[in-house]
């Protein structure tokens, strides 16, 4: 369940996505952003990416060796926690948090507030945190290994309780149930988070799918990978295909609804878009521009151009137009790139008819394909990887006019 008072996360529960994969478009982040703060990944225990998730209290962070809470500019730290190696995911549940596992094969439960460890357990060796409900736990164990095993843990006593060797990790979850692909993201299998059990499944692969046409798709037909493809909304499962479709379910008996061919393609010569589902809407994004489409009518709601005003900023860093992931708000769009370029544009034109664009720029940055920037409420995050230097940026964007300064205080229950 969502924190207390947390107003302004995206994705309540933990540092990949929320468990249905939703994101919530909030307001905020007006550009230009500010930058504020950089949290290194050398520690004196090692070097590590950082593992990061912001909450009211601050910024949770996970790196080689320590477990810790900066405040949300990551100027200070607040408490940290010596940990015998690097624990790779962060989960947020109630006033605490469950961070873990590793290659110690450990979950802690830290209070949010002092750092204290209120529990830890065991698990499979080598094993990290896929997903989860309110019940249960999924890891891949072990590690690294093509033929790791799918583990369902009890989340109160962290023991097993099932396991699957023919699944990807990649899964979203609704109620006690578990939405998980194969490994060829071609089938989607609706499981029992309490006994593993397949309650339903169905192949894309089908030729069903292929809209009565004489031959095969010219690619193999799947779900689209690393980002946000598979989502519950309501009485409806959406499935983003790699041909520009969006496959409807039932979420109980796994029957298809509706197969719809958005038209949505990047212009010539650029990169598919990449995308992020709301309630109401799939936003795709591309080098050059974004696309609102409203899987309730399944129609196009939107679109804004903006070559003129970014291909400048790819040119000045002589950067491949590839963006790698994207966050939204109200007022932006706000996106990664493979040259190190972390690049925002305002989704409405001033008075003038131009539109606001920002760019940071981290040279020789390694940025990796699909690792969300995360935002709270002013604050954005962003994850450098690196031969050079590895760690945290965060940045600060400008509240709406008639909105609040400041962060939300823990003070109802969502």
């Known amino acids: 369940m969502p924190k207390k008072g947390a107003t302004d996360r995206v994705w309540p529960e933990w540092d990949l996505f929320s468990r249905d994969r939703l994101f919530q478009v909030k307001a905020g982040l007006v550009l230009p952003l500010e930058r504020r703060g950089f949290l290194t990944g050398e520690t004196a225990f090692g070097r590590s990416a950082v593992r990061h998730l912001p909450v009211d209290e601050g910024v949770l962070t996970s790196r080689q060796g320590i477990v810790a809470l900066h405040s949300h500019d990551l100027t200070r730290e607040l408490w940290r926690v010596e940990v015998p190696d690097w624990l790779d995911r962060i989960i947020c549940e109630g006033d605490t948090a ?75 979850s609704f109620g006690e149930r578990y939405l998980i692909q194969d490994k060829l993201a071609t089938i989607l299998r609706c499981l029992d988070a309490g006994t593993g059990e397949v309650l339903w499944h169905v192949d894309l692969s089908e030729s069903r799918f292929w809209e009565k046409r004489q031959a095969p798709p010219p690619e193999p037909l799947k779900i689209v990978q690393g980002y946000p493809s598979v989502v519950v909304v309501g009485d409806r499962v959406l499935v983003v295909l790699n041909d520009a479709r969006v496959c409807v379910l039932d979420p109980e008996s796994g029957e298809v609804l509706d197969i719809v061919r958005t038209g949505i393609e990047a212009p010539r010569g650029v990169v598919r878009p ?141």
């Not at 945190?129 to 290994?145: D, S």
Request: hydrophobic share 40%; aromatic share 10%.
């Open 98 to 172: 469950l961070v873990g596992a590793d290659r110690q094969a450990e979950i802690l439960r830290i209070d949010f507030r002092t750092g204290a460890i209120a529990a830890r357990a065991k698990t499979p060796e080598k094993s990290v945190i896929v997903g989860f409900t309110a019940k249960t736990l999924l890891v891949l164990a072990p590690l690294g290994r093509a033929s790791g095993e799918l583990v369902a843990i009890d989340r109160e006593s962290f023991a097993p309780i099932w396991k699957h060797t023919a699944l990807s990790p990649q899964n979203t």
């Open 274 to 414: 990449m995308h992020l589902i709301t309630d109401t809407s799939i936003f795709y994004l591309h080098a050059f521009g974004m696309v609102e489409f409203d899987h309730r009518s399944m129609k196009e709601a939107s679109r804004i151009e903006f070559r003129k005003e970014v291909e400048p900023h790819y040119a000045k860093v002589r950067g491949i137009p590839y963006p790698c992931a994207f966050w939204l708000s109200a007022e932006s769009v706000i996106w990664t790139n493979l040259s190190g370029l972390l690049i925002g544009i305002s989704r409405e034109p001033g008075k003038d008819g131009s539109r606001t664009v920002w760019a940071d720029w981290m040279p020789g940055a390694l940025v990796p394909i699909a690792q969300f920037p995360l935002a709270f409420g002013e604050y954005i995050y962003f994850s450098e990887y690196g031969e050079k230097k590895v760690g945290l940026h965060c940045y600060r964007g400008r509240r709406p006019p008639g909105q609040p300064s400041g962060l939300p205080s823990r003070s109802s229950t969502s």
